[in-house]
């Protein structure tokens, strides 16, 4: 099971709009197949959108028919078609920066090393990425208590990055470490990542859990069945304020309530230190018709009007702690964020 995997000339991705019912895969074959699979959330969580880009990124360069002379015209136009699929995760951005480095570093080069080049810079940011989920799953888990319940929110496990998880990463380290963990798993309306990805994953790893609708989860707290409640981020701004998906906020503010620990898993690739605060992180709005639909059957007419955020903002304030693969980044964010990152 894996979210995507790079097969030598095409990327194999696992087309996460039909699990967990069935295990559809895309061979995508060019940058705008990439481009189209991450748009229509066939592939998506932030990690995993990064990858795939850089994937979709070298296959831009593979793709190109025309004379060496013109390809950094393409490359850019190549970038451009990637960067324009999603606008929240900045993981889509820094893994297009990384590969757009790279290919400067290359232009004296010709086509066939560029090409091998830029497909081995992708291979290396998927590598990264594994690497990093591990490293995030053992800080994590010394925050994990014996027999501890935990909630968590969308999907952030295999299929949100190239393998393991950030947050699921997390509770699935605690689970390989012996821990009797149960999850309390958010279905996460509207796309219902939790109930159709989350559960997947962990009926697949025999991890001890319980579906509940995104409207259950104050219930739960109040009646003590929490104790620590773990989730991803798209992306974390200088002052600690982190977006992630909708309905994450509403949990923090919920954890802070009941005084749980509410805690972000995320490697620093999605840590932006431009953006200064929440406000300023661009939120992506989604078709109407998710809301207006449950799992392609229509639940209301199309005259009636619906907002769609897919994703809200966290303030620091209710963050106990940011899980990166360089260790727990501790309050107050400001000046511990960029602290990390140097090391
Ligand atoms: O819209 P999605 O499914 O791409 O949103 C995913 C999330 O919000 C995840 O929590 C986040 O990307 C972290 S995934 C490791």
């Not at 990064?50 to 490359?75: I, R, S």
């Not at 393991?164 to 012996?178: P, V």
């Not at 999850?183 to 319980?210: C, K, N, S």
Request: proline share 4%; hydrophobic share 45%; with cysteine.
């Amino acid at each position: 099971m894996k979210a995507l995997a790079w097969q030598g000339d095409h990327l194999l991705i696992l087309n996460q709009t039909r699990l967990p019912f069935e295990e559809q895969y895309r061979a995508a074959y060019t940058y705008t197949e990439v481009a189209e699979a991450i748009k229509n959330m066939e592939i998506r969580g932030a990690p995993a959108i990064g990858a795939a880009a850089a994937y979709g990124f070298a296959l831009g360069a593979l793709n190109y028919e025309g004379e060496v002379e013109g390809l950094t015209e393409h490359m850019d136009k190549v970038r451009t078609v990637l960067a324009a699929t999603r606008p929240t995760a900045v993981n889509l951005f820094w893994a297009l920066r990384k590969m757009e480095d790279k290919y400067r570093e290359l232009q004296k080069q010709d086509l066939v090393q560029i090409r091998e080049a830029l497909v081995a810079e992708a291979e290396q940011i998927a590598e990264d990425d594994r690497r990093m989920n591990k490293l995030i799953g053992k800080f994590g888990n010394e925050l994990v208590p014996e027999n501890a319940r935990i909630l968590t929110h969308c999907n952030t496990g295999t299929l949100a990055t190239v393998e393991y998880g950030t947050a699921l990463g997390i509770i699935r380290a605690a689970h390989e470490a012996g821990k009797k963990i149960h999850v309390y798993v958010g279905e996460t309306r509207p796309f219902l990542q939790g109930a159709r990805l989350t559960t997947w994953e962990l009926l697949q790893e025999g991890i001890p859990h319980t579906l509940i609708t995104d409207s259950m989860a104050g219930y739960l707290m109040q009646q003590g069945k929490i104790d620590m409640v773990i989730v991803g981020a798209d992306r974390i701004a200088a002052n600690g304020d982190t977006a992630n998906k909708i309905g994450t906020y509403s949990l923090a503010v919920l954890a802070a309530a009941h005084e749980i620990p509410f805690y972000v898993a995320a490697p620093t690739s999605t840590i932006d230190l431009k953006i200064a605060g929440g406000e300023d992180i661009p939120v992506e709005e989604r078709d109407g018709k998710e809301v207006r639909m449950f799992m392609g059957v229509k639940v209301v007419p199309d005259e009636v009007q619906v907002y769609n955020p897919a994703f809200d903002i966290t303030p620091a304030k209710y963050i106990a702690g940011i899980i990166t693969e360089k260790g727990i980044i501790s309050p107050p964010y400001s000046v511990n964020l960029v602290r990390m990152l140097v090391k």
